[in-house]
């Protein structure tokens, strides 16, 4: 199993343009998660979807949209990036089962916009 | 509101030297706990869980234990290697079914030959 896969690995963007981030896992997981990282922070949470059809805000949503596509697939969305927005961006999917509903992460997206 | 609060970094170490990484949270209930690592230009992997008060999770020579009445998950292994370099962080879960974890900054671990 790949487990949680992210499209592009680097991305370099000007101030004002768009471009969508793309997020799938191959585990059948019901919830999926958009992070992002500063340098020396914490993840702070974006967006997230408890299942497919749904997506709720996260902490810090201003300037970002997402889409459910199917149950596989979260993409993420910046209609008109700006420097604030660089930042390097996790997926992550959860097993909805068991008692802990740990969360796996995929490799990130190292976005910087100029 | 829920929180996390781990030892500040760096952490430098020798190889073979012991560590204890420290944490404490707030949060309703009684939250699943995690241990996630972050080895550098990667994303976080999952190193250790646990689920209720006094259990022990452990996994690749660390362990911690869910201590319920000082609310901490401190994360402790006997031998440090150099391929142990990476980020650390502890992180509780918040309650009810759609429980969000929650991230404090993470400890930098840094382990020399």
């Known amino acids: 199993n790949a487990g949680v896969t992210q499209t592009p690995k680097f991305q370099v963007l000007k101030t004002g343009q768009s471009m969508t981030l793309q997020c799938a896992q191959d585990m059948n997981h019901n919830s999926m998660y958009w992070y992002r990282q500063d340098p020396g922070m914490g993840l702070r949470l974006i967006y997230y979807s408890a299942s497919e059809g749904t997506t709720d805000k996260g902490e810090v949503p201003n300037g970002y949209n997402v889409s459910r596509l199917n149950k596989r697939e979260f993409s993420l969305r910046l209609e008109s990036a700006a420097p604030s927005q660089t930042s390097v961006y996790f997926c992550a999917s959860r097993l909805d089962r068991g008692d802990s509903y740990e969360q796996y992460f995929g490799p990130g997206t190292r976005l910087t916009v100029t | 509101g829920n929180s996390v609060t781990q030892m500040e970094g760096p952490v430098t170490l020798s190889e073979e030297a012991f560590l204890t990484i420290n944490c404490t949270y707030t949060?309703?209930?009684?939250?699943?706990l995690f241990w996630y690592v972050q080895y550098p230009g990667e994303g976080l992997q999952l190193l250790l869980k646990?689920?209720?008060?006094?259990d022990k999770g452990s996994n690749k020579g660390f362990e911690a234990t869910y201590r319920k009445e000082t609310t901490s998950f401190h994360l402790e292994k006997g031998s440090v290697q150099v391929s142990d370099s990476a980020v650390y962080f502890c992180?509780?879960?918040?309650?009810?079914?759609?429980?969000?974890?929650?991230f404090g900054k993470g400890t930098k671990l840094s382990v020399k030959p």
């Open positions: 949060a309703t209930g009684y939250p699943s």
């Open positions: 992180v509780p879960r918040e309650g009810g079914s759609q429980g969000n974890l929650i």
């Open positions: 646990a689920t209720k008060a006094d």
